[in-house]
Each structure stands twice: as C-alpha cells, then as structure tokens.
C-alpha cells in the first residue's frame, strides 16, 4: 500500500490550497483518512480527520479555514485550506487506517510522505 500526497507549495497569507493524498495497492477498504501536519521544532499535530461514514474532526487552529472531504472511489482524501496563515507553515501528511486484501480482519495505519505548505506573510 502506498500513500502519494500532492499539492503543498508556496502561498501567500490569506490564499487557498488544496491537498490531495491517493492510496494504492492492496486496498480492501479505507476506514479513516487524515491530515496531520509538522512545523519545524514542532511535533506533528493532527489537523483533520474524516471517518469512513463522513464524520469530521479538526483541529481549533483550523476550524473555519480547513475542509477535509474523501472521495471514495478514488481512494483520495482531501484537504482544502483557505485563509492560510504563515503558522499553518509545516510539511503536510497523510496517513489512513485500512484493510488490506491480504488481511481483512486487522486495520493497518500508513502514512504519505508529506508535502510541504509554506505561508508567507
């Protein structure tokens, strides 16, 4: 199984993004998809999570600002960030509980590799 997130980049305070991390291999079924992310000096945080029946949880720094959606057919989840502030400055990862073809009765967690957002001021 792998994780490929994609759409970090420069932006500046106040612009918008959207993050996007695809899942592939051995997929029985994704149970929970979420964004975590790094700042420097920082220990990774969670900023968003959404459960396999559509119920989301996000982080106060973001409430307002973020959307986590899936999609999924594609095996995607989604972060769409507005209002961006250089504190949401940090590298962005995915991570996601499935089920594998392989074994289909213990959940397995995986993480992406990050992409990095940076807000300038």
């Known amino acids: 199984v792998q994780l490929q997130a994609s759409g970090g980049g420069l932006v500046q305070a106040g612009g918008s993004l959207r993050l996007s991390c695809v899942a592939s291999?051995?997929?029985?079924?994704?149970?929970?998809m979420a964004w975590y992310r790094q700042a420097p000096g920082k220990q990774r945080e969670l900023v968003a999570l959404?459960?396999?029946?559509?119920?989301?949880n996000y982080a106060d720094s973001v409430k307002g600002r973020f959307t986590i959606s899936r999609d999924n057919a594609k095996n995607t989840v989604y972060l769409q960030m507005n209002s961006l502030k250089p504190e949401d400055t940090a590298v962005y990862y995915c991570?996601?509980?499935?089920?594998?073809?392989?074994?289909?009765?213990?959940?397995?967690?995986?993480w992406g590799q990050g992409t990095q957002l940076t807000v300038s001021s």
């Open positions: 291999g051995s997929i029985f079924s994704i149970l929970a």
């Open positions: 991570n996601v509980d499935l089920l594998t073809t392989w074994e289909v009765s213990r959940p397995k967690n995986y």
């Open positions: 959404i459960t396999s029946g559509g119920s989301t």
